[in-house]
């Protein structure tokens, strides 16, 4: 792309309050966003529900002092910046209603037009959701799958990490600016994704991580994927946000089940009772994308299951809320009923399932402990 053409793309990103769908309009009619700077006021009044404050600053034209620091900045960090007009935009991002104008990243751009599928959930998850994302996103990501996600603590960390460690790629969509860091917790984290994937962002350089930018970040999480798979959410997390823009953009849902009584898992229940499709291993979900299965079954994700070892890798959301359990020794029957509330029956039914697996010991008396 020609220096000129990139500070004109840059230049329109940072027009406040001008969103993508009326950019795209604009670039529409007057070809390139050096076109749409030398619109006259007369060619901007036509063109209904342009705020004249959007149309005050198109007049006014591009502020070169902004831009130049803003190109300083990505070649201090080897940063790159995709517009809607290049052959390298993601194909499945242009496919949406609000595509970004451009995207700013770091890392591989390749990877953007890659098969992948988004992984999400609650900043704040349980010892079961880090778990069974640990175990799904390394299965997904063993298999090819890019694994896409929002670079927030909790669920979205572990699913860029695993993918990380599996070997896989990963994307990370931020709600802020390329250059800034955040959170900070994922500063390592985040080189690891560069190197593996690619860091990429629709706000200009300098944004902050101010909350009005989330769920326009989610829209291009769900956007770069071909299906949301929601591990751990609440009713009113913005998981279900990017789960609801998978479903206007076309992509398919997933969910994982959880236990009950949980708050966590109430908005993966909502999901599934919504029509979501129930997913309690990686098969299924490359099986929701239409992806070859995995000739040796899934492998166990590193670390995780407690001091002993790993998780084992083929248990359900059940039957792993069960095996957390009894991270702290041996307990009977009643009280793995209890603390799962689920009925004896189901329990002593999944236990003895877990037995044939080899992931649980028998004891006398009802009793029952993990297999070391």
Not at 243 to 257: C, E, F, I, N, T
């Amino acid at each position: 792309m020609r220096d000129a053409e990139k500070r004109g793309w840059i230049a329109l990103q940072m027009v406040s309050g001008l969103g993508p769908v009326m950019g795209r309009r604009l670039i529409e009619r007057f070809g390139s966003p050096e076109g749409v700077f030398s619109a006259t006021a007369e060619d901007l009044r036509c063109l209904p529900r342009l705020s004249d404050r959007v149309r005050q600053a198109l007049t006014s034209g591009p502020d070169e002092r902004k831009i130049e620091h803003s190109l300083a900045v990505m070649r201090r960090l080897g940063a790159w910046i995709i517009t809607l007009h290049d052959p390298e935009y993601p194909i499945f991002l242009r496919e949406i209603h609000d595509p970004p104008l451009c995207l700013y990243g770091c890392g591989d751009p390749g990877c953007l037009n890659r098969s992948g599928v988004a992984v999400v959930g609650s900043r704040r998850p349980t010892s079961y959701g880090l778990k069974i994302a640990r175990v799904i996103t390394a299965d997904v990501a063993r298999a090819g799958i890019v694994i896409i996600s929002g670079l927030a603590q909790g669920i979205d960390s572990v699913a860029h990490r695993s993918a990380c460690e599996a070997d896989g790629m990963t994307i990370a969509v931020k709600g802020c600016g390329i250059d800034v860091a955040y959170p900070r917790s994922n500063t390592e984290l985040v080189k690891d994704i560069v190197r593996k994937g690619a860091v990429v962002t629709e706000f200009p350089v300098g944004t902050a991580p101010e909350p009005r930018n989330f769920p326009g970040r989610n829209r291009i999480i769900s956007g770069l994927s071909r299906g949301v798979l929601v591990v751990e959410a609440g009713l009113k997390s913005g998981s279900l946000i990017t789960a609801s823009y998978a479903l206007d953009q076309g992509r398919s849902v997933m969910a994982v089940p959880g236990s009950v009584v949980s708050p966590m898992s109430a908005g993966t229940h909502w999901l599934i009772k919504q029509g979501a499709r129930l997913v309690d291993s990686a098969t299924d979900v490359l099986d929701e994308l239409g992806h070859p299965a995995m000739e040796d079954g899934p492998a166990p994700a590193a670390g995780g299951g407690g001091p002993g070892g790993s998780v084992p890798p083929d248990l359900s959301p059940e039957e792993l809320v069960i095996y957390e359990q009894l991270e702290d020794g041996p307990r009977h029957l009643d009280d793995l009923a209890h603390l799962t509330a689920l009925p004896v029956s189901r329990v002593s039914g999944l236990l003895m399932r877990m037995a044939l697996k080899d992931a649980v010991r028998v004891l006398p008396g009802q009793c029952y402990q993990r297999n070391p």
